[in-house]
């Protein structure tokens, strides 16, 4: 039973001694054995760590340690596998780092091991984050925990279904255009984007590196206030982290919503938004209203322009930044006749048709006679978008939108269409290209098949905390985030 409590609910049976961390992360251990061969969320596990981790958590419990000092301090939490942990995988989900062991920890590792947090498994993704569906998972898609059939959303896909199955307490994702939000509501947990530059990239292998950022998929909002809250702060590691102090995000979560502006943006509710995705949306404006909130349409004026200039700039970078792997210095390598032979063999057969897709068009857009015309004029229109929000919050404290335009759809269905694929993100990339905080919960489901939906929030530049309170208050007066996925369980231990 202790896999299936929030962090914060195990947190606290282990600062009562109603349970130990040896025995939560078994209950995990038990919960993968029997559903993740369905679902793949995890692409490596080594439990045997996991328990040294766990023990050793048990040993400071036992000596007086505490949650106040260790908020994590027991709690078994995983991470993508593209988040460096020392002498773990470190895959990327690409067959080129097959066989590659991190050598150090990344900056998040590090803060949830000062939290006490036993870190466990390597969690499944789209190659070096790049997709929408964890389909272009080099080692096999995931799949969604409410049907199988489907995809679980992506490139975070296994870190949101191990979150949504109870194969862990909480995970930690990448979000480069919607990678942690979007994974989120298909698997209908919670999905927090923070605001580029509140928690450090380092030790994050980069796809596009002025969009990447760390987040958290969890069960519930207080879980997502609390695992930011140990991973934020300022990194000199990072060029890109910002020295601001990282506030307790669980101390205003209870304060309301009465007197927030909601904006609601005209350029996200128009046509290719599913009918019940938008009729769960209407609801939760309406429960907003409710409890108090304002809510008042506003314009994003340059929203059609976000998918455009996000496929070139995110190919552009990722163009850039996966140049380093050309089986030279780590990761797999085909010998070739001569250095040259050897970057083609290599890559051609490490890549996949997705990373090579975009590696291509972002070759392209950075060329000679191309730039210009391409790259140069994304980055301005990037700029008019993070406008386009800057002047709403001028007026509004948050803005709501869906998070994804349908439900989670069946595997296979868009493998073969790229551009229907990218459209998939249509409500998450200008959160990324604008450097802005998001959110992604529950806030209902598909009747047939029942399928969970997802609820947007858009914050300020470091406005996590309105975001978190928000969310929180709309959690406790409604009951999607307590629905769990038909899957089954496992007996309890006697």
């Not at 914050?459 to 969310?471: D, H, I, N, Q, V």
Request: aromatic share 8%; proline share 6%.
């Amino acid at each position: 039973m202790w896999n299936r409590l929030t962090l914060t609910e195990l947190a606290q049976r282990l600062a009562q001694r109603e349970t130990s961390a040896s025995e939560a992360l078994a209950a995990c251990w038990d919960r993968i054995q029997q559903v993740d061969p369905v679902l793949h969320a995890y692409l490596s596990c080594d439990i045997a760590e996991a328990r040294l981790q766990a023990e050793a958590a048990d040993r400071a419990l036992a000596s007086g340690a505490t949650h106040r000092e260790q908020p994590l301090l027991g709690v078994p939490i995983s991470l993508k596998d593209i988040i460096a942990v020392r002498e773990q995988p470190l895959t990327c989900g690409s067959k080129l780092l097959a066989n590659f062991v991190s050598p150090y920890d990344a900056a998040v590792t590090e803060k949830l091991r000062a939290a006490g947090a036993v870190l466990f498994g390597r969690l499944n993704l789209d190659e070096f984050a790049m997709g929408s569906s964890t389909e272009n998972s080099g080692f096999g898609p995931a799949r969604n925990p409410w049907d199988p059939s489907r995809i679980p959303g992506g490139s975070s896909g296994g870190s949101a279904v191990a979150v949504a199955a109870d194969e862990c307490a909480a995970a930690l994702g990448s979000d480069t255009g919607g990678s942690v939000r979007q994974p989120a509501a298909c698997c209908g947990v919670v999905g927090l984007k923070p605001t580029y530059g509140r928690v450090s990239r380092y030790g994050l292998v980069a796809y596009a590196s002025s969009l990447d950022q760390i987040g958290t998929l969890t069960k519930d909002v207080r879980d997502a206030a609390t695992l930011l809250g140990a991973i934020g702060g300022h990194d000199p590691r990072d060029s890109t982290s910002v020295p601001q102090p990282v506030p307790d995000y669980t101390a205003t979560l209870e304060q309301g919503v009465r007197g927030l502006k909601l904006g609601l943006p005209k350029e996200y509710f128009v046509g290719g938004l599913d009918p019940e995705v938008r009729a769960a949306v209407e609801a939760a404006v309406a429960q907003f209203q409710q409890l108090g909130a304002e809510t008042i349409e506003i314009s994003l004026p340059h929203t059609d322009y976000a998918i455009a200039a996000y496929y070139i700039i995110a190919p552009a970078e990722a163009s850039a930044n996966l140049a380093r792997f050309d089986g030279v210095r780590y990761g797999s390598r085909v010998a070739g006749a001569d250095l040259l032979e050897l970057y083609q063999r290599t890559r051609g057969a490490g890549f996949g048709p997705e990373v090579k897709r975009r590696i291509i068009l972002g070759t392209y857009v950075l060329s000679s006679g191309y730039y210009d015309a391409y790259y140069l004029r994304a980055q301005k229109v990037r700029t008019l978008i993070r406008q386009d929000f800057l002047e709403a919050f001028g007026t509004v404290d948050a803005i709501l939108t869906p998070t994804t335009p349908s439900a989670a759809f069946p595997l296979g269905e868009k493998s073969d269409d790229p551009l229907r694929m990218y459209l998939e993100d249509i409500y998450t990339v200008s959160c990324n290209l604008a450097g802005i905080c998001g959110l992604s919960l529950p806030c209902g489901f598909t009747r047939q098949p029942r399928l969970p939906i997802g609820l947007q929030l858009l914050g300020k530049p470091f406005g996590e905390a309105t975001l978190l309170r928000l969310a929180y208050a709309y959690e406790q007066a409604t009951s999607w985030h307590r629905e769990k996925p038909p899957l089954p369980h496992a007996p309890e231990r006697a």
